[in-house]
């Protein structure tokens, strides 16, 4: 009996890794599916959960769509995954954000680049804001620009991430927006927002490069004054009242978008179906309850028009990281 459940046991691992070898003979999924290159409960997790809950309700899907998680290197193990064994299944798209084109742009992914996958679309976002205390001696962006132009290194910053993060960088690209070198910036890293903004009401930080969705509690209290918003335009609501950095004349936005890729080998009537199915999907009124419910703005680029977008910020950070020392 234990000779046969060995027999049994040896059988399936080859039988594994004969699948796993051959690659595109990957047993397919049938049902549609979301690969959440991370933990459950995080913002990948949100953005796979956001297009199974609403395609699903829209009618736009026929089964429900399975959610899997596969965290590992911020996104490389999916990545790497999707090239390497899921390359030309039809029915799985991979949640992707802004994070995972700071980190193509790092090389983190290995030897896979941007070109390697079939960039989908998107379907929200939340946007980069510039924050001070609310007893700062900044009223707007252009004032704080001037004092760090004149004393970069007297101005602390802080976010949740270190440098080369996606906090990091917003604070980067507003500080070239006013000709000042990333590399002058006075920079303290924290564990996360929440952390972030504690330094900042504690008087240990100036300024804070947080989003737009986690200010939301904060407005009403008096304590903050968001000197920009790193949006192209103004954000309706309780964000009504904050200025662009466009407008106040300091070209930087930051989008935190969330969207999905699929693999490299994907046919073409295949990736136009789910561009088709999510761009009607981002027109549906149901669609919309359920981004606001996420904290989500909107934001829709789809096919062509995202894959290049999302080309064009990794040719960005990557030309920020070579000006820092982040990449040679």
Same mark, same amino acid.
């Given at each position: 009996?234990?000779?046969?459940?060995? +027999?049994?046991?040896?059988?399936?691992?080859?039988?594994?890794?004969?699948?796993?070898?051959?690659?595109?003979?990957?047993?397919?999924?049938?049902?549609?599916?979301?690969?959440?290159?991370?933990?459950?409960?995080?913002?990948?997790?949100?953005?796979?959960?956001?297009?199974?809950?609403? +395609?699903?309700?829209?009618?736009?899907?026929?089964?429900?769509?399975?959610?899997?998680?596969?965290?590992?290197?911020?996104?490389?193990?999916?990545?790497?995954?999707?090239?390497?064994?899921?390359?030309?299944?039809?029915?799985?798209?991979?949640?992707?954000?802004?994070?995972?084109?700071?980190?193509?742009?790092?090389?983190?992914?290995?030897?896979?680049?941007?070109?390697?996958?079939?960039?989908?679309?998107? +379907?929200?976002?939340?946007?980069?804001?510039?924050?001070?205390?609310?007893?700062?001696?900044?009223?707007?962006?252009?004032? +704080?620009?001037?004092?760090?132009?004149?004393?970069?290194?007297?101005?602390?910053?802080?976010?949740?991430?270190?440098?080369?993060?996606?906090?990091?960088?917003?604070?980067?690209?507003?500080?070239?927006?006013?000709?000042?070198?990333?590399?002058?910036? %006075?920079?303290?890293?924290?564990?996360?927002? /929440?952390?972030?903004?504690?330094?900042?009401?504690?008087?240990?930080?100036?300024?804070?490069?947080?989003?737009?969705?986690?200010?939301?509690?904060?407005?009403?209290?008096?304590?903050?004054?968001?000197?920009?918003?790193?949006?192209?335009? %103004?954000?309706?609501?309780?964000?009504?009242?904050?200025?662009?950095?466009?407008?106040?004349?300091?070209?930087?936005?930051?989008?935190?978008? %969330?969207?999905?890729?699929?693999?490299?080998?994907?046919?073409?009537?295949?990736?136009?179906?789910?561009?088709?199915?999510?761009?009607?999907?981002?027109?549906?009124?149901?669609?919309?309850?359920?981004?606001?419910?996420?904290?989500?703005?909107?934001?829709? %680029?789809?096919?062509?028009?995202?894959?290049?977008?999302?080309?064009?910020?990794?040719?960005?950070?990557?030309?920020?990281?070579?000006?820092? /020392?982040?990449?040679?």
């Amino acid at each position: 009996m234990k000779f046969n459940s060995m +027999l049994r046991h040896w059988s399936s691992l080859l039988l594994l890794s004969g699948v796993l070898a051959t690659g595109t003979t990957y047993a397919q999924s049938e049902a549609p599916e979301c690969i959440a290159p991370a933990k459950p409960g995080g913002g990948y997790d949100l953005t796979c959960r956001l297009a199974a809950n609403a +395609l699903q309700k829209t009618g736009l899907i026929e089964q429900p769509m399975m959610v899997s998680y596969m965290p590992g290197g911020i996104g490389a193990v999916a990545y790497n995954h999707v090239n390497g064994v899921r390359n030309a299944d039809p029915n799985l798209i991979v949640a992707a954000s802004t994070g995972a084109a700071v980190n193509l742009a790092l090389g983190k992914f290995g030897q896979y680049d941007v070109d390697d996958v079939r960039w989908l679309g998107a +379907l929200g976002a939340d946007y980069g804001a510039i924050v001070v205390k609310a007893d700062a001696p900044w009223q707007n962006l252009d004032q +704080l620009m001037k004092d760090l132009q004149t004393k970069p290194g007297q101005i602390v910053f802080g976010a949740g991430g270190t440098v080369g993060s996606q906090d990091w960088m917003k604070a980067a690209l507003t500080a070239k927006a006013a000709d000042i070198s990333p590399r002058d910036l %006075r920079y303290v890293a924290f564990e996360g927002g /929440g952390e972030s903004m504690a330094a900042l009401l504690g008087g240990h930080i100036q300024v804070f490069t947080g989003d737009l969705s986690e200010l939301r509690s904060h407005l009403e209290s008096g304590k903050i004054r968001v000197l920009a918003a790193l949006s192209e335009e %103004r954000m309706g609501g309780p964000y009504a009242e904050i200025p662009t950095a466009a407008e106040q004349g300091y070209d930087v936005q930051w989008p935190i978008w %969330r969207g999905y890729y699929m693999g490299p080998d994907v046919s073409d009537k295949a990736y136009q179906e789910w561009v088709n199915k999510l761009q009607t999907l981002s027109k549906k009124e149901k669609f919309a309850e359920l981004r606001k419910a996420r904290g989500l703005f909107p934001m829709s %680029r789809f096919g062509y028009d995202f894959e290049n977008y999302v080309k064009g910020q990794v040719a960005q950070f990557k030309e920020l990281a070579e000006e820092v /020392g982040l990449k040679q």
